[in-house]
């Protein structure tokens, strides 16, 4: 069964940091892009960024409001991804998702999700 | 960047009527391969998205055929064929052609 679970979010203060995981299963990671989406309380989704797979560059791309603040990698011999985010602001609070594309098959989109680690900005 | 409208914003149908959700990109979505990156999600409450359809109208494993997606170009729809109680939910399109990925506002489905 494939699983995505994130885990690391909590409360926080403006301007410090926090790293997010999501750890995968069931499915071989270094076959996928892994993205991150969040979702701020009673908002929509938005994109945070994505790193390809080995394959395919291994490239990293983010969204312009966490661009120079966040950084995602990942590790697949540990089957695992995250998200450091650093000088965390008030409007970073959300429910972090993360997610992945087929690389191969990249009309498939965001097959499947994991439950997200809510994250609070906040003095 | 892409950008994507929805309409309507939200819905009150009664159960086994027909739904009928509009997605609009600013700019074509294709790629070399011909395929479309425009997918559907449906997402309850306290849970996280689900995929519906990818490449516009290619229904996800599991989902039912009450559930299908249509468009082309610049504009793309979602159609549940006879609502049912448990398709209660807000419904998002999604582009991803070309970083950043962009999500529609949704679509609020409820109950009439």
């Known amino acids: 069964e494939v699983q995505l679970v994130e885990s690391g979010g909590g409360l926080v203060q403006p301007g410090r940091s926090l790293r997010l995981s999501c750890t995968a299963s069931g499915f071989t990671l270094g076959d996928y892009a892994m993205n991150w989406v969040r979702q701020a309380p009673g908002k929509g989704l938005e994109w945070v960024g994505l790193?390809?797979?080995?394959?395919?560059?291994?490239?990293?791309e983010y969204a312009a409001s966490v661009e120079g603040r966040f950084t995602i990698s990942r590790d697949d011999s540990k089957s695992m991804a995250y998200l450091q985010m650093n000088s965390l602001k008030t409007e970073d609070t959300a429910m972090y998702y993360c997610t992945r594309i087929y690389s191969s098959s990249w009309h498939r989109s965001f097959d499947n999700w994991g439950q997200g680690t809510m994250v609070t900005v906040s003095s | 960047d892409i950008v994507m409208t929805q309409s309507p914003d939200s819905l009150a149908v009664s159960l086994g009527d027909r739904v009928t959700i509009n997605c609009k990109s600013s700019q074509t979505l294709y790629s070399s391969n011909n395929k479309i990156y425009l997918a559907w999600y449906q997402q309850k409450p306290g849970q996280p998205p689900k995929l519906l359809i990818y490449s516009a109208f290619i229904r996800e494993s599991g989902v039912p055929d009450r559930f299908s997606g249509s468009g082309s170009g610049t504009d793309f729809t979602l159609t549940i064929s006879s609502l049912q109680a448990e398709d209660v939910a807000v419904y998002y399109c999604h582009q991803y052609s070309n970083t950043p990925f962009i999500f529609g506002p949704g679509t609020k489905v409820d109950i009439k």
């Open positions: 790193i390809r797979n080995r394959a395919y560059g291994g490239t990293i």
